[in-house]
């Protein structure tokens, strides 16, 4: 008797164990603009399936204010900064009623520029219980995630004499190595670097103008670097103590914009943008020498040219948007990473953001059409779609737990939805 319930309970344990490590596979967090990992790339194993002809379901809707700030999503809590007459707001809703749990209201001190909605257009990060948050005048601040309370503030565009550039700041920070790192674009303080406890500076190095683009982890030999696109330069720092890696130049003089995220992998660096800029595949050689730009293995402006949206790599291959929002009709393409040559192409697609999980994509639009297409490098292959909104849809979505979550910009303000997911 005692060895079969021995055994029973043994065999309990067994399956508690695998409940626990189903759970621990298939439940993640999107902690930032392009998800864990910062490349659009979810953690989750299981494929995702077409939806009716009627869409996905919807979770929930709340409405927000102005800016292009992408919602991120950490355990329970789904957090959206925007702003509300003239206050930049981060609140923390429930994930699965959208209630809200918490909000912060900061002054905004942006007054415009190219573009009539005044921001903010930096999505926050959340790690280590913190939140992140880069209003459009260049203000970080730091908030506790489980209560909204703040750690601390800093008015980095001012102290650093920052400009405000097209459309104010709008380049995501990178929390690294115990720093939040920032394109500032300041004088004599292009990058900074501040504690993620304390706020303090530790470190500032370059003068390089602040972009749109968001940076990224580099892994290089045994060291992990910071990853930057700026105004007129690609390059990459030591988190701890701002020293440059490398330095190439990479960017266009006049009305342009570097907006997407720089990819690293396989001792590569992919950049992109349009504007005439065009696409760059770059070796990394070892060693570096920071004065001397990277080689190039293959570059073009009628290859991968994306406006603003980061290409995902799959199977040595980039799926991504080649053309812009406001000029012509933008494609989605699948392009091999050895030579730079287009598998594939869908005309007309329009400008997207892109989520692959496992083997698909999940993409939307900024016509607020939601795609499910299949990562296959020799054809396009749709497997369903949906119009999930009457607004427009520029900022970074996210995915976790089965739910996609969206801004939606109409008139002055926007909408923050929760689609259900087959």
């Known amino acids: 008797m005692q ?43 299981q494929s995702l399936k077409a939806w009716p002809e009627s869409g ?20 329970s809590k789904v957090i959206i900064f925007h702003r509300v ?31 009539s909605d005044l921001g903010p257009r930096s999505t926050p990060v959340v790690s280590g219980g913190q939140i992140y948050v880069f209003g459009a005048a260049g203000d970080l601040h730091c908030l506790k995630l489980t209560t909204g309370e703040s750690v601390w503030d800093r008015t980095l565009g001012q102290d650093y004499q920052a400009p405000d550039g097209y459309f104010g700041a709008g380049s995501s920070p990178l929390v690294i190595d115990g720093h939040v790192l920032v394109n500032v674009g300041g004088r004599e303080a292009g990058i900074v670097a501040v504690d993620t406890n304390t706020g303090k500076t530790v470190w500032q190095a370059t003068q390089e103008k602040a972009s749109y683009s968001s940076p990224t982890v580099l892994h290089h030999g045994e060291t992990q670097y910071a990853l930057f696109i700026t105004r007129m330069k690609a390059l990459a720092v030591n988190p701890t103590n701002g020293k440059l890696l490398f330095s190439t130049p990479f960017g266009k003089q006049g009305p342009t914009v570097n907006g997407a995220t720089p990819l690293a992998f396989d001792n590569r660096v992919f950049l992109t943008a349009s504007y005439q800029i065009g696409a760059q595949m770059l070796e990394l050689a070892s060693p570096l020498n920071p004065a001397q730009p990277l080689k190039v293995h293959w570059s073009g402006d009628d290859i991968l040219s994306s406006q603003y949206t980061t290409p995902i790599l799959h ?106 997911l087959p």
């Open 3 to 45: 060895r079969i319930t021995t055994n029973i309970l043994c065999s309990l344990s067994i399956w508690l164990a695998l409940c626990t490590f189903t759970t621990t596979l298939t439940a993640y967090d999107w902690p930032q603009g392009l998800g864990p990992d910062r490349n659009g790339i979810s953690r989750d194993t």
């Open 56 to 75: 996905p379901a919807t979770a929930w809707r709340h409405r927000i204010g102005s800016g292009y700030s992408g919602p991120v999503v950490s355990g």
């Open 85 to 115: 007459s003239d206050m930049e707001r981060v609140e923390a809703l429930d994930s699965t009623s959208g209630k809200v749990l918490w909000k912060r209201d900061f002054k905004a001190f942006y007054r415009g520029g190219y573009n």
């Open 315 to 420: 199977d040595k291959h980039l799926f991504g948007t080649h053309g812009r929002e406001d000029i012509g009709s933008a494609a989605l393409r699948c392009v091999a990473t050895a030579s730079g040559k287009v598998n594939w192409e869908k005309p007309n697609f329009g400008v997207a953001h892109a989520i692959l999980v496992k083997d698909r994509f999940l993409t939307l639009n900024t016509s607020g059409q939601l795609v499910l297409i299949q990562a296959n490098t020799e054809k396009y292959e749709e497997l369903a779609r949906a119009n999930v909104s009457p607004g427009t849809t520029r900022s970074f979505p996210a995915l976790a737990n089965g739910q996609f979550y969206f801004r939606s910009n109409e008139g002055d303000g926007g909408t923050l939805t929760a689609l259900k």
